[in-house]
C-alpha cells in the first residue's frame, strides 16, 4: 500500500504527463475493443441477412454463386428454374411456404426483382426483423412497384412516381420498357440488407414487359400494349431462383438431398447460414487486419508510457536517491516504478471503456439506421476482458525496464549534481 500511495503521489505531482499517457492508452483501447465490437457486430449482421429460410432453390450452381445473386442480388444465374419445378418443390409436404425470384432488369443500376406478396410476408433478417413499409403498401396493381430505401432515398422517390424499367443489369439504360410504366406503391423501412438496394415487382409484371421481347430485345414488328397485356395469361414459365421454408427443420438435409437429386432438370438447394458463412470466411480476412493494427495501436501505446517514464527519470534522480537515503531499499524504487506503469495502464483501460460505451451509445443508431450495422451495447466478453488483462500485465512489464533502470541509480548518484 505505501508504495501503491507513493506512486499515487508521484504521478499527481507529474500529472499533465500522465494525463496524456492514460489518454493514450485509453484512445487504444477504446480502439481495439470499437474494431471488435465492429467486427463481430458485421459479421452478425452479414449472417443474419436472410434468416428464417431453410433452403434456396436454384438451376444447379455453386452455393457461393446462388447466395451471391439470390439474396445479395450480385451476378447472374447459370441458368433458370423453370415454373413447374417450382411448383414441384412448393407442393412438397414438408415445404411450409416458398417464395419465386426472378431477376434480370434494372433501375438505373438497382436491380428489379419479379416476385409475390408472399415475400413481404416471408422474408425475415436479424433473426426475427420483417419487413415494413415506411409508405405506402405492396403492389397492387400489375404495374405497381415497392422500392427498397436505399434506392427511394437515392433517387428521390415519393409515392405514385412514374418508374421505367430497363433490360439488363447496366447502370445505364440503352434498352428501357417504356411502354410499360409503373407505379411506386410503397417504399420500404431500412434493413441493412440487400432489400435496400432493390425495385420489387409482381411476377406477372415481369412477364408482362417481356411478351412482346426475345433474346433479348423487341420482337420487330410487334409491340403489346400495357392494356393488351393486362388481358393476357402472364404465368411465368421459368423464375431465377426460390426461398423455401420447411414446417420441420428435421426436414431440411432430407429435402436439400433430394431436390440436388430431382430427375426433371438439374437443380441446387442451399442452407443460406451455411453459404453465408462459407462467404464470410473468404471476405472476413479484412477483420483480422483490423485486430492487427488496433494491437499495434496499444503497443505503441505502452511504448509511449515506457518514454514517458524513462524521460522523467532524470529529473527524478534526486527523488529515487532521497528514498534511497531514507531506507528505501532497490527493490521498493522498482516495485514503485512498476507501480506507476500498473496505475497508468489500468486507469487508461478503464476510461476507454467508459469511452467505448459512451461512442456506441452515441453512434449505434445512426450505424444501424444508414449502414444496417448492428453493433450490440452489452457488457464485455470474457474474451475482452482476457484482452483488457493481457493489456493491463503489458503494462506493468513494460513498466519493468524503466523500473531496472531506476533499480541501478545509486544514493551517491542521485545526489550527484550534474552539468
Known amino acids: ?45 452479414f449472417a443474419d441477412t436472410i434468416s428464417g429460410t431453410d433452403l434456396i432453390v436454384g438451376a444447379r450452381s455453386g452455393s457461393l454463386n446462388l447466395l451471391l445473386y439470390a439474396v445479395f442480388r450480385i451476378g447472374n444465374a447459370t441458368n433458370n428454374l423453370s415454373w413447374q419445378s417450382y411448383q414441384d418443390v412448393r407442393a412438397r409436404p414438408e415445404v411450409a411456404w416458398a417464395v419465386p425470384l426472378s431477376l434480370g432488369d434494372s433501375h438505373h ?36 412497384a415497392v422500392l427498397g430505401a436505399d434506392v427511394a432515398a437515392a433517387l428521390g422517390y415519393k409515392l405514385g412516381d412514374p418508374i421505367t424499367i430497363s433490360h439488363g443489369l447496366g447502370s445505364v439504360a440503352f434498352v428501357e ?38 433474346s433479348g430485345g423487341r420482337i420487330p414488328g410487334q409491340s403489346v400494349s400495357a392494356e393488351e397485356v393486362r388481358r393476357m395469361d402472364l404465368t411465368p414459365k421459368a423464375i431465377t431462383a426460390a426461398l423455401v421454408g420447411l414446417k420441420s427443420k428435421l426436414a431440411t438435409f432430407r429435402l436439400q438431398r433430394e431436390i440436388n437429386e430431382y430427375r426433371a432438370e438439374p437443380l441446387s438447394a442451399i442452407l443460406p447460414g451455411a453459404a453465408l458463412q462459407e462467404l464470410w470466411g473468404l471476405v472476413g480476412i479484412a477483420e483480422t487486419a483490423l485486430t492487427v493494427v488496433s494491437a499495434m495501436v496499444v503497443a505503441t501505446a505502452l511504448l509511449g508510457m515506457v518514454t514517458m517514464i524513462l524521460t522523467t527519470l532524470n529529473e527524478r534522480r534526486r527523488e529515487m536517491a532521497i528514498l534511497r537515503s531514507v531506507g528505501a531499499r532497490a527493490r521498493t524504487i522498482l516495485a514503485l516504478l512498476m507501480a506507476e506503469a500498473g496505475v497508468l495502464t489500468a486507469t487508461g483501460i478503464a476510461l476507454g471503456i467508459i469511452l467505448l460505451y459512451i461512442g456506441l451509445v452515441a453512434l449505434a443508431p445512426y450505424l444501424d439506421r444508414s449502414y444496417g450495422l448492428n453493433l450490440p451495447i452489452d457488457a464485455p466478453k470474457p474474451a475482452e476482458l482476457m484482452t483488457l488483462a493481457a493489456i493491463w500485465g503489458a503494462g506493468c512489464l513494460a513498466g519493468l525496464l524503466p523500473a531496472l533502470r531506476a533499480y541501478r541509480l545509486s544514493v551517491a548518484d542521485g545526489m550527484t549534481v550534474r552539468t
Open 1 to 45: 500500500m505505501i508504495v501503491l500511495r507513493l506512486a499515487l503521489q508521484s504521478l499527481r505531482n507529474r500529472w499533465l504527463t500522465a494525463m496524456l499517457t492514460v489518454l493514450a492508452i485509453a484512445v487504444s483501447v477504446m480502439l481495439l475493443l470499437g474494431v471488435e465490437k465492429i467486427r463481430t457486430g458485421a459479421r452478425q449482421s
Open 109 to 144: 443500376g438497382y436491380r428489379v426483382l419479379g416476385t409475390t406478396l408472399d415475400y413481404f410476408g416471408h422474408y425475415r433478417f436479424r433473426q426475427t426483423h420483417g419487413l415494413a413499409f415506411r409508405a405506402g403498401a405492396p403492389f397492387s396493381d400489375l404495374f405497381d
Open 177 to 214: 420498357h417504356e411502354d410499360k410504366p409503373f407505379r411506386v406503391s410503397g417504399i420500404l423501412e431500412k434493413t441493412g440488407t440487400p432489400v435496400d438496394r432493390t425495385v420489387h415487382v409482381s411476377l406477372e409484371a415481369i412477364e408482362a414487359i417481356h411478351v412482346d421481347w426475345q
